[in-house]
């Protein structure tokens, strides 16, 4: 049983370590190659963590190939688009100007029924609000409105409006975030000061961020608000 526990630790990390050198992306971002890739690599190390006649060594050697092929792989297809777009496949369009390309659906296997759910999930009430439906190479569906249905922007009425840029989490549960502070030029003094200033202890942070142009946003713990 210990062996068992010892080798499950051992290949979690190996496995994250790999998919880590992969730049693996979420479950539903993967392409074909990369997600037939993640299967293989669970798979082959399932069997030296369940058997213990397997030697270690005999279980990281597919591992580490499988890894080292998908980045080589990755890099080949990156410098050929060529190959890229014969592994990835291109964006497809299933609905375009309002119409319905049924032949992309027949070629997709997607149904209308899935059409109509991905035009709900992006907040539109029905297809006659939609000018195209994609399907794109991570399997997703980008929705594109009518522009009468499309979201106004300050820029639609004319109106300027200063980039806030993001809303960078400087402090994080009570702890001074030392790499985000650093890529905002901020500096720890400054911020335990404006603390202060403000009577708040940092113990009792929850979240503290600040944006482009210095609005910062500071949330307390429950048991402190």
């Given at each position: 049983?210990?062996?068992?526990?010892?080798?499950?630790?051992?290949?979690?990390?190996?496995?994250?370590?790999?998919?880590?050198?992969?730049?693996?992306?979420?479950?539903?971002?993967?392409?074909?190659?990369?997600?037939?890739?993640?299967?293989?690599?669970?798979?082959?190390?399932?069997?030296?963590?369940?058997?213990?006649?397997?030697?270690?060594?005999?279980?990281?050697?597919?591992?580490?190939?499988?890894?080292?092929?998908?980045?080589?792989?990755?890099?080949?297809?990156?410098?050929?688009?060529k190959l890229r777009k014969?592994?990835?496949?291109?964006?497809?369009?299933?609905?375009?100007?309002?119409?319905?390309?049924?032949?992309?659906?027949?070629?997709?296997?997607?149904?209308?029924?899935?059409?109509?759910?991905?035009?709900?999930?992006?907040?539109?009430?029905?297809?006659?609000?939609?000018?195209?439906?994609?399907?794109?190479?991570?399997?997703?569906?980008?929705?594109?409105?009518?522009?009468?249905?499309?979201?106004?922007?300050?820029?639609?009425?004319?109106?300027?409006?200063?980039?806030?840029?993001?809303?960078?989490?400087?402090?994080?549960?009570?702890?001074?975030?030392?790499?985000?502070?650093?890529?905002?030029?901020?500096?720890?003094?400054?911020?335990?000061?404006?603390?202060?200033?403000?009577?708040?202890?940092?113990?009792?942070?929850?979240?503290?961020?600040?944006?482009?142009?210095?609005?910062?946003?500071?949330?307390?713990?429950?048991?402190?608000?």
């Amino acid at each position: 049983m210990a062996t068992i526990l010892i080798r499950t630790v051992f290949f979690y990390i190996i496995l994250t370590l790999l998919f880590k050198l992969m730049g693996k992306r979420q479950i539903g971002q993967l392409q074909m190659t990369e997600f037939a890739t993640a299967v293989i690599l669970s798979e082959a190390a399932a069997l030296p963590i369940t058997d213990n006649s397997i030697p270690i060594s005999h279980g990281l050697v597919p591992l580490i190939t499988l890894a080292s092929l998908e980045v080589v792989s990755s890099f080949i297809t990156f410098k050929l688009p060529k190959l890229r777009k014969m592994m990835d496949g291109s964006p497809i369009i299933l609905v375009g100007k309002g119409e319905v390309f049924q032949k992309n659906l027949a070629k997709t296997r997607i149904t209308m029924d899935e059409i109509f759910t991905e035009i709900r999930v992006h907040g539109f009430r029905g297809i006659d609000e939609v000018q195209y439906v994609i399907l794109e190479q991570s399997g997703k569906m980008s929705v594109i409105p009518k522009s009468l249905h499309d979201r106004l922007t300050p820029i639609d009425i004319g109106k300027d409006v200063p980039d806030k840029g993001i809303s960078l989490p400087i402090v994080i549960d009570g702890g001074i975030n030392k790499n985000v502070i650093e890529d905002a030029g901020l500096t720890e003094r400054w911020i335990l000061k404006t603390l202060r200033d403000g009577d708040y202890d940092i113990d009792n942070v929850l979240f503290m961020t600040v944006d482009d142009l210095g609005e910062m946003q500071i949330s307390m713990k429950e048991k402190n608000k």
